[in-house]
């Protein structure tokens, strides 16, 4: 029987190792999976890299685990954001390194990750300083930038619905990236509004088949992260 | 400055608008112009701000503000909404400048001042994909400076990229013989215009304007 259902984010979590690549999905605070994020600092592993669109915002999510230590490095295109100081002061202090990347690039790194795609060449950031140091070549009169598939160990994923397979449907914007970071990570774990039972998810309206994902927890009544950066919530 | 370039986007277009001033662009569109509104988060077809009964928290757009989806709106994730950007299949994007050059490099992403933050986010993918790059610009910075120049002096966000300069004195295209002026707003002089701006710039009678 196929059954990814986990009863506790405290299981789905348990086997993240220090030092361990964690992309997270979410762009800002749409589809930040916040529960996870939570149970990922009660965890405490250290040393991480995590890859993300932002930085986190206010005391909560992503910007609480980068403020509790224990993330080494940031893969991402916009780290400042209002409400993103966490990140700015370790920044500024040295503690924390980024690795600035073109929010498309981003995405299609990972993409290819996902894709067992190892490298791909773009025109994206050719000429900018986001290009030096790498190798170019020209393709149709146009500088292009080789750019490698970015994989990860983990990926934290907020979805909207789930069945025990592991298909998956989101929620308008909060899809973001998550579709994309869950197929490129070797253990998906999701966590998700409602599990619903096998066949009521139409097969064409699945947007990640289950294949890419791992561990499904029902986090019936998710909180928004906006709403506890509006409330000015400190986690922990 | 919002208004003109509104005039300049063909019915049927679909757009990508940067944050700032290229957003008040989709409130001035001419009537009767049916244009699609591209989010790089993940939407095309972004409405107008929510009112309160709207308001969704997972409804955004790339600024992270609030918005709506017009009927006939889809989502999708992010390799796919950059695949629309990078594919060339974005009719015309809108931009804010730092500084823009006589050969259309754009400068807007940083100053390169050692301390400050730095962030990309899409202007990098936007500049090098859509099919038409406008830039909607005041014609000076706020300490007087030109930000149409000869050369970038602050990190490029991209190479000849820029097709239209839109600022609050003229409108320019970006041609492969330098600046060409298309239009100065009223009561602008050619001196006066060209006094404010750090590089020379090109006149064409044929396109009638008048001082």
Not at chain 1, 43 to 68: C, D, F, P, R
Not at chain 1, 170 to 199: C, D, E, H
Not at chain 2, 33 to 61: F, I, K
Not at chain 2, 112 to 141: E, F, N, R, W
């Amino acid at each position: 029987m196929i059954n990814k259902e986990v009863d506790t984010i405290e299981t789905a979590l348990n086997d993240i190792r220090d030092g361990a690549v964690i992309m997270v999905g979410g762009f800002g605070q749409a589809g930040s999976p916040v529960e996870l994020i939570h149970g990922l600092i009660d965890q405490g592993a250290k040393h991480l890299t995590v890859v993300n669109n932002n930085a986190g915002s206010g005391h909560v999510g992503l910007a609480a685990l980068i403020e509790a230590g224990q993330v080494d490095k940031l893969i991402c295109s916009f780290p400042r954001m209002a409400g993103s100081d966490a990140f700015g002061n370790l920044y500024r202090d040295g503690d924390i390194e980024l690795e600035l990347v073109p929010q498309g690039t981003l995405a299609e790194r990972i993409r290819a990750g996902g894709a067992g795609v190892s490298a791909f060449y773009t025109p994206t950031a050719a000429g900018t300083l986001l290009a030096e140091g790498k190798e170019t070549r020209i393709f149709s009169g146009r500088e292009c930038v080789l750019e490698l598939g970015l994989k990860a160990d983990i990926a934290l994923i907020k979805a909207q619905y789930a069945d025990r397979y592991g298909n998956l449907t989101y929620y308008k914007t909060a899809r973001n990236f998550n579709p994309v970071m869950a197929t490129a990570a070797s253990t998906t774990i999701v966590q998700v509004s409602k599990i619903v039972p096998l066949g009521s998810i139409d097969p064409e309206c699945v947007v990640t088949p289950g294949i890419y994902v791992d561990r499904v927890i029902n986090v019936s009544t998710p909180v928004h992260e906006a709403l506890l950066v509006e409330q000015g919530c400190v986690y922990p | 400055m919002a208004q003109r370039a509104a005039n300049d986007i063909p019915d049927g277009s679909i757009v990508n608008l940067g944050i700032g001033i290229p957003e008040l662009i989709a409130s001035v569109i001419p009537e009767g112009r049916e244009v699609l509104y591209h989010s790089e988060n993940g939407l095309l077809g972004m409405g107008p701000a929510p009112t309160p009964e709207q308001r969704d928290h997972d409804l955004v757009n790339a600024g992270k503000k609030m918005v709506t989806a017009v009927e006939g709106a889809s989502f999708f994730h992010h390799a796919d909404s950059f695949s629309m950007i990078r594919g060339g299949h974005i009719d015309i994007c809108v931009l804010g400048a730092m500084q823009v050059s006589e050969c259309g490099d754009l400068a807007n992403w940083s100053t390169g001042d050692p301390d400050a933050l730095p962030a990309v986010g899409g202007a990098m993918d936007l500049v090098g994909g859509a099919k038409q790059i406008y830039v909607l610009t005041q014609h000076c910075s706020k300490k007087g400076k030109s930000k149409i120049l000869q050369r970038c002096s602050y990190p490029l966000t991209g190479k000849g990229v820029v097709n239209r300069i839109y600022t609050d004195l003229a409108v320019f295209n970006v041609e492969p013989d330098g600046l060409h002026v298309e239009e100065i707003a009223p009561g602008v002089s050619m001196g006066l215009l060209q006094e404010r701006t750090g590089c020379s710039l090109i006149y064409n009678e044929r396109r009638g304007i008048t001082i």
